[in-house]
Every structure is written in structure tokens, then in C-alpha cells.
């Protein structure tokens, strides 16, 4: 087994959300606009699935929706908002999403069947938002990561806030590391950051991705640093730019 390449010293994109207006799209499913009822096999129906919803794609985590949103005036305009996970990417998951490897991604949303729209559309008239950053290391054998994480609890600022505050876990559901903020709640001031047991997470909650894509590598002691740049504002604070496209 192999380190992973560039590890200590890459920032990369881990998720993010891309939407662009449905009249740049040269295609679009009814599937993600029209209504869905479940029904018995009596015909009674059960309930409505409205046309808003999430629609997952494969099963590493992208998702398409319609819905409308603010793209870049004030009015609302029907959008199709594109979820992409790094996890799309399979044996490429560490390097994370960059210019060379959104074409995978790309293929992914054209593949699903439910779109068309050209990669020049998709780069020219989409925008890029909620960015989750990371930055993986390999964290030193001789150093408790637990006792690590309530170190930086002590040197952190304490506040009665709601989302304004740290917190350290360690749980089954949670995994271990520290969290600064809440994804809801970040602002540019008070952004949401964790620094959480990459090797944990993947041995659990994610170990038949591992074990499928990500056999070569040796992740014993890998950490993750995470953080969520949301919108524009956001986007222009901490980037120094407002172009999100």
C-alpha cells in the first residue's frame, strides 16, 4: 500500500453545488419537474412526491434538482442544482474536484440520462456554491488526535452563540475530530471548520466506497481539515473574488 500523493501539501474542492439556468440546458427529463405518486395496487394513492425533490444518481452521492432560485438577480428563475461529491471521482477521491477532473463529473451528469447541456454551458452560465475545502495530512504516530482536538478546545474563544461555538466528538455516528460553527449557521466571520479521523470515517461510514476504490492506499492516521465556503459573499471574503463561476 501507498501514501497518498501530494497529501500534505494539496487543497482541493470536496463537494459542491453548481446550478444553471434551465434555459442553458438543451434537454431536461419531465422526471425532474413533474409530480410523483405512490400509490397502492388498487390505484389509491399514498402520497405526492413534489417535483423539487433531490434525484440521486449512482450511489456516490450526485444529485440533481429543478427548483427555483436566485441565480444571479433578485427574481427567482427554475435552475437545475447539481450536487457533486468527490466520491464521484472513485480511484481519484484524494485528489478532489479540480479543472482536471470535472470532466468526470461532467460524464456522470450527462450519463444519468435526465440532462443535456454542453461542458461550455455548464463552465460559462453555471455558478459554484456551498464549496466544501480540504486539505488531507497524515497525522504524526507519537500525537493522540483525541487529546489533539481538545487542545484546540481550550484555545478556542468560547461564546453562548448558537452555531458560534466548537464542539469535540467522539461517537459511533459522528466519528472523532472538532468542529468550529455549524453548516447552517456559518457565516464569512464565523465559518463552519472541522479537522476530523479521515481513516476512521472511511473505515465506517464509508467502507464499501474504500474498499471498492481506494484498496492501493494507505490511510492509517489520515486527517481531514474542512471547510464550507457557502455563497458569493462568502466566496468573495475568503477568495478575493466574486466570481463564483
Given at each position: 500500500?501507498?501514501?497518498?500523493?501530494?497529501?500534505?501539501?494539496?487543497?482541493?474542492?470536496?463537494?459542491?453545488?453548481?446550478?444553471?439556468?434551465?434555459?442553458?440546458?438543451?434537454?431536461?427529463?419531465?422526471s425532474l419537474t413533474d409530480n410523483t405518486?405512490?400509490?397502492?395496487?388498487?390505484?389509491?394513492?399514498?402520497?405526492?412526491?413534489?417535483?423539487?425533490?433531490?434525484?440521486?444518481?449512482?450511489?456516490?452521492?450526485?444529485?440533481?434538482?429543478?427548483?427555483?432560485?436566485?441565480?444571479?438577480?433578485?427574481?427567482?428563475?427554475?435552475?437545475?442544482?447539481?450536487?457533486?461529491?468527490?466520491?464521484?471521482?472513485?480511484?481519484?477521491y484524494f485528489d478532489g474536484i479540480t479543472?482536471?477532473?470535472?470532466?468526470?463529473?461532467?460524464?456522470?451528469?450527462?450519463?444519468?440520462?435526465?440532462?443535456?447541456?454542453?461542458?461550455?454551458?455548464?463552465?460559462?452560465?453555471?455558478?459554484?456554491?456551498?464549496?466544501?475545502?480540504?486539505?488531507?495530512?497524515?497525522?504524526?504516530?507519537?500525537m493522540d488526535f483525541g487529546q489533539y482536538?481538545?487542545?484546540?478546545?481550550?484555545?478556542?474563544?468560547?461564546?453562548?452563540?448558537?452555531?458560534?461555538?466548537?464542539?469535540?466528538?467522539?461517537?459511533?455516528?459522528?466519528?472523532?475530530?472538532?468542529?468550529?460553527?455549524?453548516?447552517?449557521?456559518?457565516?464569512?466571520?464565523?465559518?463552519?471548520?472541522?479537522?476530523?479521523?479521515?481513516?476512521?470515517?472511511?473505515?465506517?461510514?464509508?467502507?464499501?466506497?474504500?474498499?471498492?476504490?481506494?484498496?492501493?492506499?494507505?490511510?492509517?492516521?489520515?486527517?481531514?481539515?474542512?471547510?464550507?465556503?457557502?455563497?458569493?459573499?462568502?466566496?468573495?471574503?475568503?477568495?478575493?473574488?466574486?466570481?463564483?463561476?
Amino acid at each position: 500500500m501507498s501514501k497518498i500523493s501530494k497529501v500534505s501539501n494539496q487543497c482541493t474542492i470536496d463537494s459542491m453545488q453548481v446550478r444553471i439556468p434551465l434555459s442553458d440546458l438543451s434537454k431536461h427529463s419531465s422526471s425532474l419537474t413533474d409530480n410523483t405518486y405512490l400509490v397502492t395496487s388498487t390505484g389509491e394513492v399514498i402520497s405526492e412526491l413534489t417535483s423539487n425533490r433531490k434525484h440521486q444518481v449512482g450511489d456516490k452521492g450526485l444529485s440533481l434538482q429543478i427548483k427555483g432560485i436566485r441565480h444571479k438577480g433578485r427574481e427567482n428563475i427554475d435552475c437545475l442544482v447539481i450536487g457533486a461529491p468527490s466520491k464521484i471521482l472513485g480511484s481519484q477521491y484524494f485528489d478532489g474536484i479540480t479543472n482536471d477532473s470535472f470532466r468526470i463529473i461532467y460524464d456522470a451528469i450527462i450519463g444519468s440520462g435526465l440532462v443535456g447541456v454542453s461542458m461550455d454551458a455548464l463552465l460559462s452560465s453555471g455558478i459554484a456554491t456551498d464549496f466544501d475545502i480540504k486539505k488531507d495530512s497524515y497525522f504524526p504516530g507519537h500525537m493522540d488526535f483525541g487529546q489533539y482536538c481538545y487542545h484546540l478546545k481550550r484555545q478556542a474563544k468560547p461564546t453562548t452563540d448558537i452555531g458560534k461555538g466548537c464542539k469535540v466528538y467522539n461517537n459511533v455516528n459522528d466519528g472523532r475530530g472538532i468542529q468550529f460553527s455549524t453548516r447552517k449557521t456559518a457565516t464569512a466571520a464565523y465559518p463552519f471548520l472541522k479537522l476530523y479521523d479521515k481513516a476512521r470515517e472511511l473505515h465506517t461510514k464509508s467502507l464499501s466506497f474504500t474498499r471498492e476504490c481506494l484498496p492501493s492506499y494507505d490511510i492509517t492516521g489520515l486527517v481531514r481539515a474542512e471547510v464550507t465556503v457557502k455563497n458569493r459573499q462568502q466566496f468573495k471574503r475568503v477568495i478575493k473574488s466574486a466570481d463564483n463561476s
